[in-house]
């Protein structure tokens, strides 16, 4: 009999070359992750094809992930996400402000403007933290937690710059994807300059999470300094959550 082929992913295939992972844990995990895929619930006969696991295996695996209410099993043997991702994904903002906040009031005092670092949620953008200059005296306002479309502001379109090329993109997305960087203005505030960078997550504790980092000012903002300086600050941040 062939070898089942497994249609999850690329972690578990990474996973095996690495002698420091636990398998069984990171096979739990990737359990786990392709059930959130699945809108309409996973059977444990469809999950083990897709793992490319035996059934029995696959079974354990899941009893285990509903036994911390990280799975659900519904009617007709379907399972879905459980109630207990919920305290998790709550206390994902926390920390990533926190890794993130002392290199954004780095970029803030460089570019003498406010800077943040926001993420996409469905197709709206949403600042997760804002770091105000030191000297600056007037500030643009973007709220935290505001919630904009993607494809508007240099924000989203650093977003959407992240992703694979599609028919869709407008033209500043395919600008920002050639560039790194994307520049807006008045898009989200009248006479407001947004410049953001997509910071790049792949394979780690935030993976499945697109976001960017930028400043946002009004008319004086120096536009050409605040793209290097925003590039710098999405690389640095992407290297500390490798």
């Not at 992972?21 to 995990?29: A, K, N």
């Not at 295996?57 to 099993?73: A, C, D, N, S």
């Amino acid at each position: 009999m062939a070898p089942r082929q497994s249609t999850v992913g690329n972690a578990g295939k990474d996973a095996q070359k690495d002698p420091n992972v636990v398998q069984t844990l990171d096979r739990g995990l990737t359990a786990l992750h392709a059930v959130s895929q699945a809108a309409e619930g996973l059977t444990v006969a469809e999950l083990a094809v897709r793992m490319g696991l035996h059934r029995a295996i696959t079974y354990r695996l899941v009893r285990t992930l509903e036994l911390h209410g990280l799975v659900m099993k519904a009617s007709g043997g379907k399972f879905f996400l459980g109630a207990g991702v919920l305290p998790l994904s709550s206390r994902f903002a926390p920390q990533l402000r926190s890794i993130a906040r002392p290199l954004l009031q780095d970029l803030s005092n460089k570019s003498n403007a406010s800077a943040f670092i926001s993420i996409a949620d469905g197709q709206d953008c949403i600042p997760i933290d804002v770091v105000d200059a030191d000297a600056s005296v007037l500030h643009v306002t973007y709220r935290i937690g505001s919630r904009h479309p993607l494809t508007r502001g240099a924000a989203g379109h650093a977003i959407l710059a992240s992703r694979p090329p599609s028919d869709t993109d407008s033209e500043a997305v395919i600008q920002a994807r050639a560039k790194g960087v994307s520049v807006s203005i008045g898009e989200i505030q009248p006479g407001a300059v947004g410049v953001a960078s997509p910071v790049l997550m792949p394979g780690n504790t935030f993976s499945g999470i697109e976001a960017s980092v930028g400043v946002v000012a009004l008319n004086n903002l120096d536009v050409e300094a605040s793209r290097l300086h925003v590039m710098a600050c999405a690389r640095a941040l992407s290297e500390l959550l490798k």
